[in-house]
């Protein structure tokens, strides 16, 4: 190997090893600087005869191209190399999920209800609100409750800490029955003195307040009331109705409705509705999901209106409980903890 193919691979060997534009710098003068080693060749040529000089100093170009170009090639390097570390430094994940504002949603049991009054609503029923610390009056007399009745003992009942005119205590409403009462008192004043009156059709929705609590009672629940008055309301319409509204909430028709005999102060004939669904998980079990019945003569007597010449249906219910059934909910105190593990899988 000449010395000049020994230059270039030394210079080659030099660049290679600057780890910066400045080792990079350093190494290039010694090359081709001012008195670099190549520069230094140069300056020799002066001293050789014409002949030699020419083809020497055309080895020497050769040569310095070489070098120059092996600069170039590590410059280059370097910089690529200065480039990666950087984006490297600033990289992006474009895989990661976005950060974006928490959107709210609405809760499990409100969708329920909003579900309940739209249904209702296409059946032209009304959707009414009320206290839900009551009188004594709307809890349970005017309701028929006796006395005595067990619905009205502190075991069962929120009271509270204040009387009315009567000296009796306000309660926690224990159920939306007291809606039925004031709405259809309210329906039965606008009309009053008219020949006839237009039905009562209503639901009332809300929270109601009862001393229970384990996996499917909580103290605070909900219940939808309804309520159907008319000179010609019967049974059948109550089934019809409520064999509508629970395929519809359900949104199946392959489940079945069924009346089962049963006692309420408030109506009579009284029947607990159980439905069961002809398919999915729940299949072929009889569940309860509402209290109903007809209304009971004192009661109607009670609205303002006259027994003889009315008659309608009602029933009552539970929100919360149809809501589990519809999302598959196991434990009805989910609803009401506000763990949003749970709660965001409804948005
Ligand atoms: N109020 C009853 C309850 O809370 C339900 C019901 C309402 C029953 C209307 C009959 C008619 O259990």
């Known amino acids: ?26 190494a290039k003068a010694r090359f081709l600087g ?14 050789l005869p014409v002949e030699e000089k020419k ?24 910089l690529d190399a200065e480039l990666e570390k950087q984006l490297k430094a600033e990289a992006l994940d474009v895989s990661l999920p976005g950060r974006q504002r928490g959107t709210g949603g609405l809760h499990p049991i409100t969708r329920a209800m909003e579900r309940i009054e739209a249904i209702f609503g296409s059946m032209g029923f009304d959707v009414a609100d009320g206290p839900e610390i009551e009188t004594d009056w ?26 009315d005119e009567g000296g009796r205590w306000f309660n926690l409403r224990p159920h939306t029955s007291p ?3 004031r709405y259809a008192q309210a329906h039965a004043k606008r009309y009053a003195g008219q020949e006839t009156m237009p039905e009562i059709r209503v639901i009332a929705p809300g929270r109601t307040y009862r001393v229970d609590s384990d996996a499917t009672h909580s103290p605070m629940f909900h219940q939808v009331e309804g309520l159907w008055v008319g000179e010609n309301i019967s049974f059948k319409d109550l089934k ?83 809501a589990m059934l519809r999302y598959g909910v196991n434990d009805l105190r989910l609803f009401f903890e506000g763990d949003l593990r749970f709660l965001s899988q409804f948005k």
């Open 138 to 163: 709307f809890s349970f007399s005017s309701l028929n409750n006796p006395e005595n009745h067990p619905a009205r003992s502190m075991q069962d009942t929120f009271y509270v800490d204040m009387k």
């Open 34 to 47: 001012k008195s670099g080693q190549v520069t230094e060749l140069m300056k020799g040529l002066a001293a």
């Open 240 to 322: 019809s109705v409520y064999l509508n509204f629970i395929t519809a909430f359900f949104e199946t028709d392959a489940l079945q409705l069924r009346f089962r005999p049963s006692y309420f102060p408030f109506t009579e004939p009284s029947a607990e509705i159980d439905i069961m669904f002809e398919t999915g998980p729940l299949k072929g079990r009889w569940l309860e999901v509402s209290g109903a019945g007809q209304v009971h003569p004192q009661v109607i007597r009670n609205m303002g209106l006259d027994p003889e010449r009315y008659i309608g249906f009602a029933f009552g219910s539970g929100i919360d409980r149809l």
């Open 1 to 26: 190997m000449n010395d000049l193919a020994q230059l270039l691979q030394s210079a080659q060997a030099e660049f290679a090893q600057a780890s910066t534009p400045a080792d990079l710098e350093n």
């Open 55 to 78: 083809t020497r100093g055309a080895e020497i170009n050769q040569l310095k191209q070489g070098i120059e170009a092996a600069l170039n090639a590590r410059r280059q390097a370097l």
């Open 179 to 181: 809606m039925q009462i």
